[in-house]
């Protein structure tokens, strides 16, 4: 009994266990590595809340953000203004297009420009986008197509599906029937 006592304090007794300490070099211990993981997953989530964090924006930055949301809209509704002005007054509306008749070319050219560099920008960036976006679609195409190719090989349907090819023990096994008990059964009962 002293013998056993002494064995199984050494390998779990002194706030130590052997067998333990031996396996985990070989297997991980489970709910160290869990903890671990959490960590590691608890740390990716704080950085990733901390990228898309939208900084503090001061009042200006803000006025300016507004500004910027609002030549699109203004000249949409603008325009739209003017149509119900010509119809509904036209004489006044006819007076307003005179005035307009009266602008010099240089500055309507200047107003040309700057709503050229206004929206081709923003057209300019749409177009660089969607070209990224066409270009990785042309990156996948020869994949999709390959996996069409083996799809259609794997249809069951088409003509020769069934055909064993070279290989003659599958022909010959293809043309004898073997022995079927559930249709044999089956004949038994429709003949009687």
Do not use: C
Not at 68 to 90: E, Q, S
């Amino acid at each position: 009994m002293g013998m056993i006592s002494n064995v199984l304090t050494f390998l779990f007794g002194g706030g130590r266990n052997v067998v333990r300490e031996t396996a985990e070099i070989f297997r991980e211990n489970a709910e160290n590595g869990a903890e671990r993981g959490l960590v590691l997953q608890q740390q990716a989530m704080v950085q990733f809340g901390q990228e898309f964090q939208a900084p503090t924006k001061g009042a200006f930055d803000r006025f300016m953000d507004g500004l910027n949301r609002l030549p699109r809209p203004a000249m949409a509704l603008g325009t739209l203004g003017l149509f119900i002005a010509a119809m509904v007054d036209p004489l006044w509306f006819a007076a307003r297009m005179q005035g307009i008749a009266l602008v010099p070319e240089p500055l309507w050219w200047l107003l040309g420009v700057i709503v050229s560099f206004y929206f081709g920008a923003r057209h300019q960036a749409k177009v660089q986008d969607m070209q990224r976006e066409i270009t990785a679609t042309m990156k996948r195409t020869p994949q999709v197509l390959e996996n069409l190719r083996a799809l259609k090989a794997l249809r069951s349907d088409g003509i020769g599906a069934a055909d064993p090819g070279t290989d003659v023990a599958l022909a010959e096994n293809a043309s004898h029937t073997g022995d079927n008990p559930a249709l044999e059964d089956w004949r038994r009962k429709r003949a009687t």
